[in-house]
């Protein structure tokens, strides 16, 4: 796998910021995980009245 | 006798639902993801770092921390518990935690040098070394060691100047009261640089030889493995328990508890790892109670996020 590898070949990049020391890379997976955050929070989820045609009751 | 008022469960609206077909979608797209991800980022792939490559790359400070482990002067040998009661090591205000841990893995420096060497066999410039060493007292022992670590000394370095010769161990004065020593640390590199080191310091482990305890304790004890992980941005202060080597991603999660050590009073303390222990413990117990700590139990209100997850509930309330 390691001919396709993008990521793992290389030094570490990071960013410098005060205090702060972060990889890049675990810079974009926190990132990612705000993102889903807010997706999960602003994108409507189907709900029981969209399905309905689809379920049967009683 | 009280009635159930439990409503029978069929009487609730169904619907069908093929958790069969949800189980395999599932699979299906872990599995692409897991290959492509893996594909895409592979996952870091270092050389284990060995004590014959500290020889030849640092024979000096390999000579040095062996010199430093028979005069009882290197990290380990002032660690305390569980390997010695050389120290109280960290504490949480009155409460010596580390100590009362007990020494459970007693661990004494001078072996870490004088155990493979005792194995050693067909040279008796060593066996003569080793016998010297062994003939003297406890108190001349720790005279001979330090005097050959102080003769060696330091590299000029974060403005302090250079002391002894240097950390060079070929500057170093021919005699100088140093005993056995010399010919005890010099023996040890030629041990390191043949790759015998390393057998010879987890075989005394246990059974199968997979102890790797007293191996890593003379490794950290050298500047070598600091130096190996500093240059990967793995130290302590540098954020280093979220990182990974290369550019692969880390345990972001940890973000909390290294940010502590990175500033004060956790940056300079020598009793951080106690500390911040304990203030993430605090921390935790006020996470587990927030529902009961007034001001923190009101956060909701003030920010109410749940309210855009429960929006399109909250409309056919309304409706309703």
Known sequence: MSALSIVAEGPGKYIHWGVIQISVANAIIIAVMVLLFILALVVPFPTHDDQADEGHSR | MSRDRTPDSHDFPTRRYDL??????????????????????????????????????????????????????????????????????????????????????????????????????????????????????????????????????????????????????????????????????????????????????????????????????????????EDQAVAQNLGGDQWGMMNEVGNAPGQPWMWLYTFWYQVKPFSTSDNADAEVWGLMMLLTLLLMFVPFIPGLRSIPRWIPIHRLVWRSYDRTAQRR
């Open chain 2, 20 to 225: 069969v077909k949800e189980f395999v979608i599932a699979l299906v797209v872990v599995t692409v993801l897991s290959l492509g991800l893996a594909a895409i980022f592979s996952s870091p792939d270092e050389k284990a770092i060995t004590m014959s490559g500290w020889a030849k790359a640092d024979p000096d400070n390999l000579v040095t921390t062996a010199a430093s482990e028979l005069a009882g002067t290197t990290t380990s040998a002032t660690y305390g518990a569980p390997y010695n009661s050389a120290a109280e090591g960290q504490k949480l205000g009155p409460i010596p935690l580390q100590k009362l841990g007990g020494v459970r893995v007693p661990v004494d420096s001078a072996d870490l040098v004088l155990g493979p060497l005792s194995n050693v066999s067909g040279d008796p410039k060593l066996s003569a070394a080793l016998a010297h060493w062994k003939a003297a007292t406890p108190e001349q022992q720790t005279r001979w060691a330090t005097a050959y670590t102080d003769a060696i000394g330091t590299a000029a370095a974060d403005g302090e100047p250079a002391a002894g010769a240097g950390g060079e161990v070929g500057k170093v004065a021919a005699s100088g009261g140093y005993g056995p020593v010399p010919a005890l640390s010099t023996a040890l590199l030629g041990l390191a640089k043949a790759g015998g080191l390393e057998g010879a310091l987890t075989s005394s482990g246990n059974f199968y030889g997979g102890d790797q305890t007293r191996s890593l304790l003379l490794l950290s004890d050298g500047a070598y493995l």
